[in-house]
């Protein structure tokens, strides 16, 4: 109970905080720089502020529709800048708790690992909902924006939708040829919400070495950033190569961070342990350091 109670005043003093709404808004925003289509007569890559501007493409092509934009966008800017926006409402409040001596009460009363434990789920927390809520808002703006299923003629739906069964699980697919889009578009939030999870853990890691709160955001940010270009770069190779490495080809798709925004899609088992023996060794690595401080004040 204890663990429980010390959980919930770090989340609720990381959500109620100015940060957690700023990241929110900042996920909200970035949402709408998604590529959701291409332009017929000019081959361009349309965003979704380009793509209100072609009212008349929308209308004509079943791709523009709600579900659609909500669910099959490429966040480009929300995944480059995850790393920040999920450990921005979290991990600035532990530095302060650290540099103020806060850390030694708590610690009297809580104990090392409990007192590790709560801020592990507490970051990990804060850094889910920070993804989700954005998510979940630009889902409500894309119904708004954009027309629903049912405003294309019959055909193009039925095509639609027998196209869309292939991008999910079995028993969501079926519901999906159904016309019953409210498990899809529950399993994308939950894809968002474990990318936020565990891409708030490295910035908490960097928490235990150094209570530099710009060194503790960025860091993250710029690992993630070095292994996503490395990672295109490995993979235009071996496409180059014919395919000459296929066991390290599927490695690297699924060892990308944006692999977790499709975890629950396709190769969930291999993506799930993969991304989940990463965190896991991060939080070992937090808990270990912040058990062995002999000063329990920092």
Not at 25 to 51: K, S
Not at 161 to 180: D, V
Not at 231 to 259: D, H, M, V, W
Request: net charge positive; aromatic share 12%; hydrophobic share 50%.
């Amino acid at each position: 109970m204890k663990l429980l109670r010390s959980i919930g005043v770090n989340l609720r003093r990381a959500v109620c905080s100015a940060g957690f709404l700023c990241c929110v808004l900042a996920v909200f925003v970035m949402c709408f720089a998604n590529v959701i289509g291409t332009d017929p007569t000019t081959l361009d890559r349309l965003t979704i502020p380009a793509a209100l501007m072609r009212p008349e493409l929308i209308r004509q092509d079943v791709h523009y529709c709600a579900f659609q934009v909500f669910t099959a966008g490429s966040p480009v800017w929300v995944t480059m800048f995850t790393p920040v926006l999920a450990a921005f409402a979290y991990v600035p409040l532990l530095c302060d708790e650290r540099r103020s001596q806060l850390g030694r009460l708590l610690i009297a009363r809580q104990g090392k690992l409990r007192y590790a434990l709560s801020h592990v789920c507490g970051a990990a927390l804060t850094g889910g909902l920070t993804m989700l809520c954005g998510f979940a808002l630009f889902g409500i703006a894309a119904a708004v924006l954009f027309p629903s299923l049912q405003s294309y003629d019959s055909a193009s739906v039925s095509a639609f939708l027998e196209e869309q069964g292939w991008r999910y699980p079995q028993g969501i697919a079926a519901g999906i040829r159904a016309g019953h889009f409210a498990p899809a578009i529950l399993l994308k939030c939950a894809e968002m919400f474990l990318y936020g999870v565990i891409s708030a853990l490295p910035a908490l890691l960097c928490a235990a070495f150094t209570l530099n709160k710009y060194t503790v955001l960025c860091l993250p940010f710029f690992a993630a950033y070095s292994w996503t270009q490395l990672n295109a770069r490995l993979t235009a190779k071996i496409a180059f190569s014919g395919g000459e490495y296929p066991k390290f080809g599927q490695f690297l798709s699924r060892s990308t961070p944006n692999a977790l925004l499709t975890a629950l899609e396709r190769d969930t088992a291999q993506i799930l342990l993969l991304h989940g023996g990463f965190a896991l060794l991060l939080i070992l690595i937090f808990t270990v350091l912040m058990q062995r401080r002999r000063d329990c004040g920092a």
